[in-house]
């Protein structure tokens, strides 16, 4: 039996051939300039449907400039994506936003700052993207500068207000610290510790200060906070550190849900009851946060949803639209198992008088 082969895919030849009219013709009727009748128009666009044709990519960005496709670029180790369920969740709210624009989208993982500038670079000298998202803002941040150096439309999927030149959707953190802070005094707890990610991100510090500032507010004593690379084993080293101290924390907030779950196991391992001598919560809450038991109390981000509106104001940008930052809803706690009102400090028994 013969190989069987490719189908080939239609040309603007093919579509002339079988529409009997000339390859110009075709040309002008499928990039919508005149020089064709109406009726000749919509009889080359029904022949192309059916034919299959669709533009080339290639042809086009020779054509207009444009590739077709916005780039992503994750500095993170590759085996973080496949456990960490923000980045699913954002890429899938991406990728919703992208959809009926016929706009791909080029994802690349890397280890190092180095790595991700060379990979804009590179994306800009071939032509692969129109423009990029910006994750995981530094302090300093050497990318904006090197994307306007490139020409190369930015957008950050973050809060951006000291980056001059790059617009941002954003969402303050600082109204969800606050009631999740309220919420834990309100149980009773006031040796509460954070968790945090690498304290070289701009989320990070912002949450930082939004900790500090809540808990002045709510006449709590000083937040202690551990960073961490946010994995789960170094969520896991954290805890463990905590709850060896000599005053250990009775409420603990984690910067995602990874290491508020690894955190689970650890007091297992620790012989500390979840709620009962400890209350767990969890930024960004998940399908994680949901399936383990307890159940992880969580602050919702409803990150597809800031991916969705990331993906169409950095088509707006690429357009050459102006384009203002956007805030989107605050995030909400999400109370479940995990917290429960704090455990009175016992007290010493007091020696009886004698009779």
Known sequence: MSPVSPKKRPTIADIA????????????????????????????????ARMGWHPSSAAR????????????????????????PFFMRLISGVEAGLAATGTALLLQVTEDAGAEEEAYRRWWGERRVDGVLLVDLREPDPRPALLAELGLPALAVGHAGRVPGVPSVWIDDAVAVRE??????ALG??????????????????????????AEELGLGGITCVYTDYSGEDGARATRRLLSAAERPTAIVYDNDVMAVAALGVTQEMGVSV??????VAW??????????PALTAVS?????????????????????RVADV????????????????????????ARRPA
Do not use: M
């Open 17 to 48: 051939e079988a529409a009997g009219v000339s390859k110009g013709a075709v040309s002008y009727a499928l990039n919508g300039k005149p020089g064709v009748s109406e009726g000749t128009r919509a009889r080359i666009l029904e022949i192309a």
């Open 61 to 84: 960005a020779l054509s207009d400039g444009r590739a077709g496709a916005i780039g992503l670029v994750v500095d993170r180790p590759a085996w973080v994506l496949g456990i960490e």
């Open 180 to 185: 999740t802070l309220a919420y834990l005094a």
């Open 189 to 214: 707890h006031r040796e509460i510790a954070r968790v945090a990610g690498p304290p070289h991100f701009v989320h990070t510090r912002e949450r930082g200060e939004a900790f500090e500032a809540a």
């Open 275 to 280: 709620p009962g001598e400890l209350s767990l």
């Open 284 to 293: 960004d809450d998940s399908e994680l946060c949901r399936l383990v038991h």
């Open 301 to 321: 981000r409803r990150v597809p949803e800031y991916g969705h509106r990331a993906a169409q104001v950095l088509l707006a940008h690429v357009r050459g639209e």
């Open 327 to 350: 805030l989107l809803e605050p995030p909400v706690l999400v109370p479940r198992g995990s917290t429960a009102p704090a455990r009175p400090a016992e007290r010493p028994l007091r």
